[in-house]
């Protein structure tokens, strides 16, 4: 497509629920990020696919997060038993190496 | 790590003046700096970058200065219009965007009519 894709836009899940996130990045970009941005603050990184090699997962919180990239496309992001401090919007981007970011709109995740 | 900071948080100017935010980082190793703008209910916007290897980078009304002694960089929007009103935030990593970037904490701008 023509720009990073997030599904859904907006979700609301009760804590404890696992949920995923999803991320449709531009055709051909081969390194995927995902950030997290809650009220207020700056973009947290959470963590950076890029072609083949391992993700870097430094940024992820907890081990209730986790990420995959599926055919070097397609990337879910996991939040496994939900807690309200989780609440935030979820933001990826997608770019060619060494060149700028192209975010997509986010999800907004609300934990009640 | 890299830790970025950013000046102001909140910037209120009339239309037609030049605003300015300011950044500072603290790895003498990154050398890659974007701006982004925040408009809301949308994901941030790449606007301007500028690489370690030149001071100053112009775009219409919007320029960018690199300081690298003294490890800061300056966003300059002059002529301000309504429009111009959003969340902007600066960000630096190594290895000329090769990396993940480290985002300051953002200013929101408004400009008056």
Known sequence: GAGVSQSPSNKVTEKGKDVELRCDPISGHTALYWYRQSLGQGLEFLIYFQGNSAPDKSGLPSDRFSAERTGGSVSTLTIQRTQQEDSAVYLCASSLPGRGYTFGSGTRLTVV | ?113
């Open chain 2, 1 to 113: 790590g890299e830790n970025v900071e950013q000046h102001p948080s909140t910037l209120s100017v009339q239309e037609g003046d030049s605003a300015v935010i300011k950044c500072t980082y603290s790895d003498s190793a990154s050398n890659y700096f974007p701006w982004y703008k925040q408009e809301l209910g949308k994901g941030p916007q790449l606007i301007i970058d500028i690489r370690s290897n030149v001071g100053e980078k112009k775009d219409q009304r919007i320029a960018v200065t690199l300081n690298k002694t003294a490890k800061h960089f300056s966003l300059h929007i002059t002529e301000t219009q309504p429009e111009d009103s959003a969340v902007y935030f600066c960000a630096a990593s190594k290895n000329s965007g090769y990396s993940t970037l480290t985002f300051g904490k953002g200013t929101m701008l408004l400009v008056s009519p």
